[in-house]
């Protein structure tokens, strides 16, 4: 599995970094909405919609949200999405603690999921796309706040298969342990800290950019924890089966869906 792994992110993450590095806001906004997109398709099934062309309905309104919002791109809608989208990684810390919340299959805990599910993605890319669209420098610190996930996702791995005992999660993800977040927090702050020094970072905004790659990467632990929610709720294994080793889309992006506006909200307060 850790070959497959290591073998698929050496495929992707090219293709990633190129699109983030060289392509223009105007086509990294369309290209990242489409691979949402994808997520949201797995998330109707995970929420219980079954039919096709239900879900093909909720996939067809979503691109309509996308298309729209990037015609109010300019307006105070934006931030106000980024923040709305930092207040909801919040509240779902509450269902985590209620896990059993809205796992009985119904169609009012149907409709729960997806609008959650707009909620998760819908902020998440509003925030990459306003972060990828600043000036100086979006597409760099775009770079950097994924860069603090797959560092934070790789530091939880090791750490966690080296030190992990105490279980983070137990009812929801057995295979997460507190030595696993430590590493999380350690591997996220050291790359923030280059990162933020190499783009010029040199004053106190600096340790205050080591603070929100904690608070990143504790969001991303989140998000992935909702995943996890979700998928033990449907009972299910992996969200998809588009990546050997990795699972789905959504097992590829849950971290960033909650990183994404933390990281985007933290640099406009920072004044970075």
């Given at each position: ?100 919340f809205g796992a009985a299959p119904t169609a009012e805990n149907r409709g729960l999921k ?47 298969r080296r030190f992990g005992r105490r279980k983070l999660a137990p009812n929801i993800s ?51 924890l909702l995943e996890s929610l979700m998928k033990r709720h449907a009972q299910v294994k ?35």
């Amino acid at each position: 599995m850790l070959r497959q792994r290591i073998l698929t992110a050496l495929l992707l993450a090219p293709l990633a970094i190129l699109l983030i590095l060289a392509a223009p806001t105007w086509l990294f906004a369309p290209a990242v909405a489409l691979v949402f997109l994808g997520a949201a398709w797995e998330w109707s099934q995970l929420s219980g919609v079954r039919g096709d062309a239900a879900r093909g309905a909720l996939l067809a309104f979503t691109a309509a949200v996308f298309a729209l919002l990037w015609c109010w791109r300019a307006t105070a809608l934006w931030p106000a999405l980024i923040a709305l989208g930092v207040a909801w990684w919040g509240l779902t810390c509450l269902w985590l603690r209620h896990f059993a919340f809205g796992a009985a299959p119904t169609a009012e805990n149907r409709g729960l999921k997806l609008l959650a599910g707009l909620l998760v993605i819908v902020p998440g890319w509003v925030a990459a796309t306003a972060l990828h669209g600043a000036q100086p420098h979006g597409h760099w610190w775009t770079f950097l706040a994924l860069a603090i996930v797959w560092a934070a996702d790789t530091g939880a791995y090791f750490s966690g298969r080296r030190f992990g005992r105490r279980k983070l999660a137990p009812n929801i993800s057995p295979g997460k342990t507190w030595a696993g977040v430590y590493g999380a927090f350690a591997a996220g702050a050291l790359v923030a800290l280059a990162g933020g020094w190499l783009l010029g970072v040199r004053d106190a905004r600096l340790a205050g950019l080591v603070l929100l790659a904690v608070l990143t990467v504790a969001a991303s632990i989140v998000g992935d924890l909702l995943e996890s929610l979700m998928k033990r709720h449907a009972q299910v294994k992996d969200s998809g089966t588009l990546f050997p080793g990795h699972g789905g889309l959504l097992d590829r992006l849950d971290s960033v869906f909650a990183a994404m506006p933390v990281f985007a909200l933290g640099k406009l307060l920072l004044g970075l």
